[in-house]
């Protein structure tokens, strides 16, 4: 199995500012994902970040909201740029790993509130 | 319409009982994931099927490809159970568009679970 960490765990940010969010992985892993998942709904996926290459964003997102890191193949950082009370979310980091179909694991999450 | 469906969005037990969460999906699919969030956020990978049968501990997961269904059962249940079960499928062709990633997971919406002592 693959174990995932984040940080922070959550934090409070005031409007307009930025966050940064790291992803560290204790195993080494091609494909890294962030999902966000806002209050009450499912998650969502942001973008899917490949080791050596940019990062591919799904239909909403864009890249100067959520600038993507992936300099290794276990770290990873994604960044809320210029928030606002609507970007208030749980933000995952998820990784496959293991041999196809792959297995998905999830990091615990960082529970943000802008204020 | 929604891929992947759940029932119940809801469901209260009492300590001990036998559950049964369902997902119904409408493409079809290299796997089935299913996933267990509790109210901190963190998400947890209980099971992934590609076919018949899983079991873990008082869990269990079964999948009708054919059917395009998977259940999630839970015998004796206990408090520490509640949670919300997550039902999330790979399905095998997704379509291409400008940017976007091939390797999307499907989600359901959930089923909270509460189980009572």
């Known amino acids: 199995s693959a174990v995932i960490s984040q940080k922070p765990s959550r934090d409070i940010c005031q409007r307009g500012t930025s966050l940064t969010i790291q992803c560290q992985v204790d195993?080494?892993?091609?494909?890294m994902f962030w999902y966000r998942q806002q209050p009450g709904q499912s998650l969502t996926l942001i973008a899917t970040a490949n080791q050596g290459s940019e990062a591919t964003y799904e239909s909403g997102f864009v890249i100067d909201k959520f600038p993507i890191s992936r300099p290794n193949l276990t770290f990873s950082t994604l960044t809320v740029s210029n928030m606002s009370p609507e970007d208030s979310s749980i933000y995952l980091c998820s990784v496959e790993y293991g041999a196809r179909p792959y297995e998905q694991y999830f990091g615990p999450g960082t529970r943000l509130t802008v204020t | 319409k929604n891929e992947v469906e759940q029932s119940p969005q809801n469901l209260t037990a009492q300590e001990g009982e036998f559950i049964t969460i369902n997902c119904s999906y409408s493409?079809?699919?290299?796997?089935l994931h299913w996933l267990q969030q509790h109210p901190g956020g963190g998400i947890v990978s209980l099971f992934m099927?590609?076919?018949g049968k899983k079991k873990h501990g008082r869990l269990i997961a079964t999948i009708n490809i054919q059917e395009k269904h998977s259940s999630l059962h839970i015998t004796a249940s206990h408090p520490r159970d509640s949670a919300v079960y997550i039902c999330?499928?790979?399905?095998?062709?997704?379509?291409?568009?400008?940017?976007?990633?091939?390797?999307?997971?499907?989600f359901g919406k959930g089923t909270l679970l509460t189980v009572n002592p």
């Open positions: 099927l590609s076919s």
């Open positions: 195993s080494q892993v091609t494909m």
């Open positions: 493409v079809g699919i290299s796997a």
């Open positions: 999330a499928v790979r399905p095998t062709r997704v379509p291409r568009i400008s940017g976007g990633s091939n390797y999307k997971l499907t």
